[in-house]
């Protein structure tokens, strides 16, 4: 397995030089397992993936949603791949709060007046699935496994497994405070790699519960009670800059340094 961070931000993308360091595009990670292309969401990020996916003439992958906030489909419109009729590719997602297709949901979102086009323009080979969250399903032999996450209008877990290793992305989830959630504590249970929501800190937490998002150290707590070989921050705070990213590096390598905070460009090997 291989994991390329095209996307490492949470909420809106965040430009400007204080930002170079770690990313200012929002959710997108690209998975290579058993020669399939797999994509974490769509958000900022997906634009530069789709211009390396032109290049490197991959044509053929699938898309993994985990829900349908702008920040995590926003790169749609603009993904290059979608508007040459030589791609064919599947866009995925749950459905079960928002009791909406795939297609229903993306639709609406490029559409007058948000969107001066509609998804009519695309040219590629597109099939929007539909899931019950909770159910598996397969990849070819891929097997992808799925969890509700805790997050406004619902979102999904996926742990991605081929060949008895696995990782596991888990994004826009908010978790109880004092109280463990058995669930997901199984499902991501000695996995290669964590990919984690952290948006907030355990100081400020209190501030935002019912934002549907977690703090790097609760990504932390769940690494060492899961046995995650490599544990990545991950949708990180718009608010925080490269200073206040730096801080929070240091802050997880003190502790191990398979806690890692993910960067834009960041690409590693699972052996």
Partial sequence: MEVFFWGVRGSIPTPGKNFTKYGGNTSCVEL???NKVIIFDMGSGLVNLGNYLLKKNIKKFDILLSHFHYDHTCGLPFFQPAYNKDFQFTIRSGIEKTRSKT???LNKQISSPSFPITVDAFSAKIKFCDFK???????DKVRVKTIPLNHPD???GYRVEYNKKAICYITDHEHELKKKNKSLLDFLKNAEVLIYDSTYDDKHFKNYIGWGHSTWQEAIRLAKACNIKKLFIYHHNPEN?????????????KMDNNFIVAKEGMFINIK
Wanted: proline share 0%; glycine share 6%.
């Fill in 32 to 34: 290579h397992v058993d």
């Fill in 103 to 105: 297609f229903d949901v």
């Fill in 133 to 139: 969250i909770g159910r598996d399903f397969y990849i």
């Fill in 154 to 156: 619902g979102a999904v």
């Fill in 241 to 253: 800059d490269d200073k206040k990213m730096n801080d929070i590096e240091s802050a997880c390598k």
